[in-house]
C-alpha cells in the first residue's frame, strides 16, 4: 500500500505548511511589544544556491540509477533541501545563506536503488545527506562538503509505502519516506495506530524517527519511537543490514541500536518494522494545577514508579504556564496560576475510565488541583502550532529557540536550575526561559526548555553563546545532551563527554567499517 496524496513542501525560510503560516496574532502583539519590543526582521527574499558543481558524467551515473527524472538541479528544489529548520538554520535561510545547498537532489525508489547510488557516491567520493521530512533542529542536514567532489541530497520522499502488517504480532513494516500522518493513514485502514505524535508529526518522516531516536508526546502511554522498532533494513557503502528476526534475543549486541540515533552517518534505512497498537476508540484529556513545578514533578515520579503512567502527561513550570494560559480562570481563576500539568488516555472505554480514575486518585491525593478538560483539550488543539508562531516572533525581532536534555530524578533539581541559570545568564537582560516535562521514565524525565529574547545585531551568534553556556551545564550536571533532538553538528562538540574515549573511538570504528570513504552525512554525529 502506499500514499498517493503528494507531499507538502515546507516554507524554505520557515516551519511547516505555507498556508499554514500567519503573521503574529493581535492578541499576542501588546504582550510580544511590552515584552520585547517589536522590530522589523524581513527575510531575504531573492537568495539563490550556489551553482551545482557536479559535471555532466558524474549526473549522468545518477541518471543511470534512478532515471532522469528523479535527478533534480532546479534552484527551488536544491533550496528546499538545505539544511533543517532550528531557529539557526532559518537565521541563516533569512538572511539568504543557502551555502549549504545539495548539488543535485536524488529521489530513489526501493532499497536497491539506495544501495546502488551509496557505491556510486563512494567510488566518485561525493557527499550523501539522507533527507526525509527536513525537520531536523540539530544541523544534522548541514554535512561538511570540503574534500569531496559534489553533495546530493538523498531525497526518501518516493519510498512511501506500507510494506506488510502482521494484525497477529501487532507489527507493521513502513518505508522511510512516509510522513507521520501518511504513516498513520494506512495503519488506520487496519485499524492500527503507531501512536508517535512528536511536535514535528505533520512533516516528519519515519526515517527521521527512526534515525534520531525520536520521542513523541505520547511517549508515556507508547513509548519512544526506538523502542517501537523490531526490524529494519539499512543501506551501506559496504553492503546491507537487515536486522530483527525476533521480538528479542541474545544473539549478541542489538545491531539495531546502531542505525537507532544514527542520523545517516552509518547507512541509510530503507523500512523499519514496527509495533503497533489498536487505534483508540476514545480519548480523554484533562487539566491539573501544582503549586510548584517541583510539586508536579514528584508527582509525575509517583505515577511513572507506581505503573500509573497515563498516555500524555506533561507539566509547565511557573513561566511557561503563565505564557502559555490566556485565560487565568481556566486554572482556577486565582492569581497564581501555579504550574499545569496535563494528562491524556487512549483505549477502549474501560481503559480510559479506569486509567483516568486511578491517576486523578494519585493526584488529588498528592495535591493537585483537578480542572477538568478544557486545559488538555487546548493544548491538543494546539499542540503542533507553537513553530508557527516562533516564526512570526522572528518576522518581529524576537529570537526564540527550544533544546532539551534528560536526568534521573535525584538530579534534576540541579539540572533545571543550572541550565535555566546558563541560559538567562548568557543572552542577558530581557530574557524569558521556560521550561516542561513531556516525557517521564520511571527512573527520571527529560526538561525541554524555550528561550524568548529581543534579537540583537547578529542573532545567530547570541544563540550560540547560549546554546554552548546551556550545554556546558548539562554536561557538568551529568545529564544528555539531547534526549530526542539527537546530535547533528549542533551538540557533537560535547558527545566526547557524554560517552568518552572510548566511546568515541567506537563510533569511529563503526563509520570506518560501514562508510570507509566518508561520504554518509560527513561532519555529523561522529566527534
Not at 224 to 230: C, G, I, P, S
Not at 306 to 317: C, K, Q, Y
Not at 428 to 447: I, K, N, Q, R
Request: glycine share 12%; with cysteine; hydrophobic share 40%.
Amino acid at each position: 500500500m502506499t500514499v498517493e496524496t503528494p507531499t507538502v513542501e515546507m516554507h524554505p525560510q520557515r516551519w511547516g505548511d505555507p498556508a499554514a503560516a500567519a503573521d503574529l496574532p493581535e492578541s499576542a502583539r501588546g504582550l510580544v511589544e511590552l515584552a520585547f519590543g517589536l522590530q522589523d526582521r524581513p527575510a531575504v527574499t531573492d537568495a539563490r544556491p550556489p551553482a551545482s558543481t557536479l559535471d555532466e558524467a558524474l549526473l549522468d551515473g545518477l541518471r543511470a540509477i534512478v532515471g532522469e527524472a528523479h535527478v533534480l538541479l532546479d534552484d527551488r528544489t536544491r533550496t528546499l533541501r538545505t539544511r533543517g529548520k532550528s531557529t539557526p538554520d532559518l537565521l541563516r535561510a533569512r538572511a539568504g545563506d543557502l551555502s549549504d545547498a545539495p548539488d543535485a537532489v536524488v529521489r530513489p525508489d526501493g532499497h536497491g536503488e539506495v544501495a546502488a547510488l551509496l557505491a556510486w557516491a563512494s567510488e566518485h567520493r561525493v557527499a550523501v545527506v539522507p533527507f526525509g521530512g527536513g525537520t531536523c533542529v540539530t544541523g544534522g542536514l548541514a554535512a561538511r562538503r570540503d574534500g569531496f567532489a559534489g553533495l546530493v541530497s538523498l531525497d526518501l520522499v518516493r519510498m512511501k509505502r506500507l510494506l506488510a502488517v502482521d494484525e497477529v504480532s501487532m507489527t507493521a513494516t513502513l518505508e522511510p519516506g512516509l510522513r507521520g500522518p501518511e504513516a498513520e493513514a494506512l495503519l488506520g485502514e487496519h485499524g492500527l495506530t503507531l501512536g508517535h505524535y512528536p511536535q514535528s508529526f505533520e512533516h516528519a518522516s519515519i526515517g527521521g524517527f527512526a534515525a534520531t531516536r525520536s520521542s513523541g508526546q505520547s511517549s508515556a502511554g507508547y513509548g519512544r519511537f526506538d523502542a517501537m522498532v523490531v526490524g529494519l533494513t539499512a543501506a551501506t557503502p559496504t553492503g546491507s543490514l537487515d536486522l530483527g528476526s525476533a521480538p528479542a534475543n541474545a544473539a549478541g549486541p542489538d545491531l539495531r541500536q546502531l542505525l537507532l540515533g544514527s542520523e545517516g552517518a552509518f547507512g541509510v534505512i530503507t523500512s523499519v518494522t514496527v509495533r503497533v497498537r489498536r487505534a483508540p476508540a476514545e480519548t480523554a484529556y484533562d487539566g491539573w494545577r501544582w503549586s510548584s513545578f517541583d510539586a508536579g514533578s514528584d508527582a509525575m515520579r509517583t505515577l511513572a514508579q507506581a505503573g500509573l503512567l497515563p498516555t500524555v502527561i506533561r507539566l509547565s513550570d511557573e513561566n511557561e504556564t503563565v505564557i502559555n494560559l490566556a485565560d487565568p480562570s481556566s486554572i482556577g481563576g486565582t492569581d497564581d496560576p501555579g504550574c499545569l500539568m496535563v494528562t491524556g488516555y487512549e483505549g477502549t472505554a474501560s481503559q480510559v475510565a479506569a486509567g483516568r480514575e486511578a491517576v486523578t486518585a494519585v493526584l488529588t491525593d498528592l495535591g493537585g488541583t483537578p480542572l477538568g478538560t478544557g486545559p488538555g483539550d487546548a493544548w491538543v488543539h494546539g499542540r503542533f502550532h507553537a513553530p508557527y508562531l516562533r516564526d512570526s516572533l522572528l518576522d518581529h525581532g524576537v529570537l526564540v529557540e527550544t533544546l532539551e536534555t534528560a536526568t534521573f530524578w535525584s538530579n534534576r533539581e540541579r539540572l533545571y536550575a543550572d541550565v535555566k541559570a546558563a541560559l538567562t545568564s548568557s543572552l542577558g537582560e530581557g530574557a524569558l526561559v521556560l521550561c516542561h516535562v513531556s516525557h517521564v521514565y520511571e527512573t527520571g524525565c527529560s526538561l525541554y526548555f524555550t528561550v524568548a529574547v529581543p534579537q540583537g545585531e547578529d542573532p545567530l551568534a547570541q544563540w550560540q553563546v547560549a546554546k554552548a553556556a546551556a550545554s556546558d551545564a548539562m554536561v557538568a550536571a551529568g545529564a544528555t545532551i539531547t534526549h530526542h533532538h539527537a546530535v547533528g553538528t549542533d551538540h557533537r562538540p560535547w558527545l566526547a563527554q557524554e560517552i568518552g574515549e572510548v566511546g568515541v573511538r567506537v563510533l569511529r570504528a563503526v563509520k570506518a567499517e560501514l562508510d570507509p570513504a566518508g561520504i554518509l552525512n560527513p561532519g555529523v554525529l561522529i566527534p
